[in-house]
């Protein structure tokens, strides 16, 4: 299923990316940020339903100065006790909440695609080698706190969360890794694997494991660990 996944990145449709059984053992809606539009996110809260977020590779991150939430946290010693590592036993990816200047409320279904596809342009400055435009523009068209969480790259040597396997998925797709995704769930839980195979089914997106991904990507010629 992995090539009819890159394919369908290629085509700016949405993908579903499974983790692991040993880990989250969740389900993922992911799609290319550079396609995200208000119906798309209505798709992500109503299919999906979990948290709608941005996946930033780590390239841009650094170029715009971004740290992990933790290490903001880490800064106030009466949040530091709040750090802990997660079940699955890997940090989190989560950097900061942003919404475009100008959204209305910022989490209407317009409100954050405007936030998520602004994300993306910032992005694509950044990965064109224009980095001083895209701090200038993230500094001028961007507030926090806002309604769409950034998350950022860790590689997927140190991190096998969504936010690395969907912008791996990106690069081996050859679009720009920059990517938008929600988790899937049912009512009180995850979506299981099997209820997503059926979605996969009747909604024509592929189901790609993570396992494929990182066994992809490894094998992939050239390839190397985006920079920490």
């Not at 109503?46 to 709608?52: D, N, Q």
């Amino acid at each position: 299923m992995l090539r009819e996944a890159l394919e369908a990145l290629r085509r700016g449709t949405p993908v579903l990316l499974h983790d692991s059984s040993g880990r989250e053992d969740e389900v993922d809606y992911i799609v290319p940020a550079g396609s995200v539009d208000a119906d798309t996110v209505y798709e992500m809260r109503t299919l999906a339903g979990g948290l709608i977020c941005y996946a930033m590779a780590a390239e841009v991150a650094k170029t715009l100065g971004l740290r992990f939430a933790t290490e903001y946290y880490a800064a106030f010693p009466e949040l530091r006790p709040l750090l802990k590592t997660p079940s699955y036993g890997e940090p989190p990816a989560f950097s900061i909440w942003v919404n475009r200047v100008g959204v209305a409320t910022g989490i209407r279904d317009e409100d954050r695609a405007e936030t998520i596809r602004g994300l993306h342009e910032v992005a694509l400055l950044v990965l064109e080698g224009r980095g001083e435009e895209a701090r200038r523009r993230f500094a001028e068209e961007f507030m926090a706190p806002g309604h769409v969480p950034v998350l950022v790259e860790r590689g997927l040597e140190r991190r096998r969360g969504h936010t690395e396997l969907a912008l791996a998925l990106a690069r081996l797709a050859g679009i720009p890794p920059s990517m938008a995704l929600v988790e899937m769930l049912a009512r009180g839980r995850q979506l299981r694997v099997e209820e997503a195979v059926r979605l996969s089914r009747e909604y024509g997106y592929p189901l790609v494991e993570g396992g494929e991904v990182i066994e992809a990507w490894r094998s992939s010629s050239g390839r190397r660990e985006p920079p920490p």
